[in-house]
């Protein structure tokens, strides 16, 4: 027989490649929002949109992975970036029991107790 365990949480993940469309990028916050999204991933988001303010209107969102971020606006903000600037996480919700995080170069890493949430980005263009 199963055993069922109540302390399970399912996080609702969602992933796009945004092609830098600043429609489509509005169109992911609207429909992270109506279903009611935990973890976003991001793809070549628009470079000209401030990731921090346009995620206001997606109040569910907890965390934000974002491969290829504007640098500039994502150092200026409240984002952690890996040590080459190719990934940013945006922390929302402060109260997820997050015990830290490591960075490297092309990664980003959050830690909980007993497991972990990797970003990562390897550019097409360099050879491994």
């Known amino acids: 027989m199963p055993r069922s365990n109540t302390n399970i949480q399912k ?13 489509a990028q509005d169109i992911l916050h609207a429909t992270a929002s109506a279903r009611d999204i935990d973890i ?5 988001p628009n470079k000209k949109i401030s990731m921090e303010s346009n995620l206001a209107s997606a109040r569910d969102i907890d965390i934000v992975i974002i ?4 640098k500039k606006i994502s150092m ?14 945006y922390i929302r919700n ?3 029991g997050i015990c830290g995080h490591t960075k490297g170069n092309g990664y980003v890493c959050l830690k909980w107790k007993s497991w972990c949430l990797l970003g990562c980005y390897c550019s097409p263009n360099v050879d491994l």
């Open 67 to 70: 491969s290829e971020p504007n």
């Open 40 to 44: 976003v991933i991001i793809s070549e």
């Open 11 to 23: 996080l609702k993940i969602l992933q796009v490649n945004i092609g830098r469309a600043k429609t």
């Open 76 to 89: 200026e903000s409240n984002f952690i970036l890996d040590n080459k600037n190719n990934v940013a996480m």
């Open 94 to 96: 402060k109260n997820l």
